[in-house]
């Protein structure tokens, strides 16, 4: 994984509050931005199921000792890390999705706006004169890019040009923050011209796609307005109460031990629900150059928390500590038969695995009486529920934490194979270091 990336500016206006950021928007639940105003900064890519930024400003007033500095080791869309600076506070954040923290750091970073739109017209005035070399693409699946080889591809021809012709104006700019910025918009809309969506479990073919195909007009049309909407909105919020970031990348289980100490953690780690989330991301991953192999995808694939069982995993049993979580494991495992996955049980275990350690890895960069707040989610199978806040509650006094509080704040829908109802608590989790 690549080394950590530091920006070390110093503190800004201090009239630009999160409370300026956010406008006091009414939020239907800490837990999505769902029913809620967007904010500047979440529309450069759609996230469906990121946490309020609500939920980090409430954890700052009800937390027990003075916040300066603030980590998310599952960065996701960077609502942590942005919150956090608006807050006044300096944030840390990891991510080992590759693309996602790139788009956390674009969100961060320090701009001068004026250039940034001078570097803008640069791509626009290259694009109109080049008609794109699909050569660029050489190495991804096949399935990628239109061609006689295969009846289904994400990308029709025209359209993969216009992308590979806005990718090689943006390698042209001489300032690397720049390249990273239009980098990441282009990203944000690469499913939105493309013949695939993503819903459900991952992502699926669009309705009708072989005869309602996207104009390759519509790659310069979208990619422009993204531009011009984020230039004004780094623009209009540039002075934020925080202006420095932290971003490390790699897996949190790995780059923990890299974090400064933190006064406070608030993230979302993902969910055991058997969804890949780095497959989520594969449009984005392949197409803008972050993977250029099967090999570098399953590398990936395999540095994630374990989450699902479509990757082939030595699994892992998980600590001692919780009667819950045995009773639920071996009622799993009674029922191993009639689960549309016979890893389901296992993946489970190293589930809580990973998460105990990352909970004792979390705990050693923490300041006394710290406090974590974590947003996690339930899972089902074959009828049998893994209440996962309650877990890591059993777990977090052998790990040097007390439990403050377990606030279940939504009802979530199960999958198609677990029956489709309302019935998966999502969770606010916290905990305080106890000592």
């Given at each position: 994984m690549e080394l950590a990336s530091l920006n070390t500016s110093t503190c800004g206006d201090p009239s630009i509050s999160f409370e300026a950021w956010t406008g006091q928007r009414?939020?239907?639940?800490?837990?999505?931005?769902?029913?809620?105003?967007?904010?500047?900064?979440?529309?450069?890519?759609?996230?469906?199921?990121?946490?309020?930024?609500?939920?980090?400003?409430?954890?700052?007033?009800?937390?027990?000792?003075?916040i300066a500095t603030c980590l998310?080791?599952?960065g996701g869309s960077g609502t942590t890390a942005l919150a956090s600076q608006f807050l006044g506070i300096a944030?840390?954040?990891?991510?080992?999705?590759?693309?996602?923290?790139?788009?956390?750091?674009?969100?961060?970073?320090v701009y001068n706006p004026d250039e940034l739109a001078q570097d803008f017209r640069r791509i626009v005035r290259a694009t109109s004169r080049q008609a794109g070399d699909l050569r660029r693409f050489a190495s991804l699946p096949l399935t990628f890019i239109e061609s006689a080889a295969t009846d289904r591809w994400i990308f029709d021809r025209a359209v993969a040009r216009r992308i590979a012709c806005?990718?090689?104006?943006?390698?042209?700019?001489?300032?690397?923050?720049?390249?990273?910025?239009?980098?990441?918009?282009?990203?944000?809309?690469?499913?939105?011209?493309s013949n695939v969506i993503i819903n459900g479990k991952g992502r699926r073919y669009r309705r009708g796609w072989t005869?309602?195909?996207?104009?390759?007009?519509?790659?310069?049309?979208?990619?422009?307005?993204?531009?011009?909407?984020?230039?004004?909105?780094i623009h209009e919020h540039r002075y934020r109460r925080h202006r420095g970031h932290t971003v490390l990348r790699g897996d949190c289980l790995s780059e923990l031990a890299n974090a400064a100490p933190a006064?406070?953690?608030?993230?979302?780690?993902p969910y055991p629900n058997s969804f890949d989330y780095t497959d989520v991301y594969n449009a984005e991953l392949w197409m803008l150059g972050y993977l250029d192999s099967t090999a570098s995808n399953h590398a990936l694939r395999k540095s994630t928390l374990c989450s699902h069982v479509q990757l082939k995993?030595?699994?892992?049993?998980?600590?001692?500590?919780?009667?819950?979580?045995?009773?639920?494991?071996g009622r799993l495992r009674r029922e191993r038969d009639s689960l549309w996955s016979p890893w389901i049980p296992d993946m489970i275990g190293h589930y809580f695995h990973d998460m105990s350690k990352v909970l004792g890895l979390l705990y050693e960069r923490l300041t006394p009486h710290a406090e974590v707040w974590a947003v996690v989610g339930d899972s089902r199978y074959a009828g049998v529920q893994i209440p996962v806040a309650k877990i890591l509650a059993d777990y977090a006094p052998t790990l040097g934490y007390r439990v403050l509080n377990v606030e279940p704040f939504r009802s979530m829908r199960a999958s198609a194979q677990q029956g489709g109802q309302h019935q998966l608590a999502e969770s606010l989790l916290i905990l305080q270091k106890d000592d």
């Open positions: 009414k939020i239907v639940s800490i837990g999505s931005n769902a029913g809620a105003e967007p904010l500047p900064f979440q529309e450069w890519h759609h996230f469906k199921e990121a946490f309020a930024p609500e939920v980090v400003a409430r954890a700052v007033r009800e937390s027990h000792r003075p998310d080791p599952f944030p840390t954040t990891i991510e080992v999705n590759p693309y996602l923290a790139d788009l956390i750091e674009a969100k961060l970073g806005h990718l090689v104006a943006i390698d042209t700019l001489s300032n690397p923050h720049h390249r990273r910025l239009f980098r990441v918009l282009l990203g944000g809309m690469l499913i939105s011209v005869e309602r195909r996207t104009a390759p007009e519509m790659v310069d049309m979208l990619f422009k307005q993204r531009c011009q909407a984020a230039i004004t909105e006064d406070l953690a608030v993230f979302s780690p995993r030595d699994f892992l049993a998980p600590p001692p500590g919780s009667l819950r979580l045995s009773r639920a494991l």
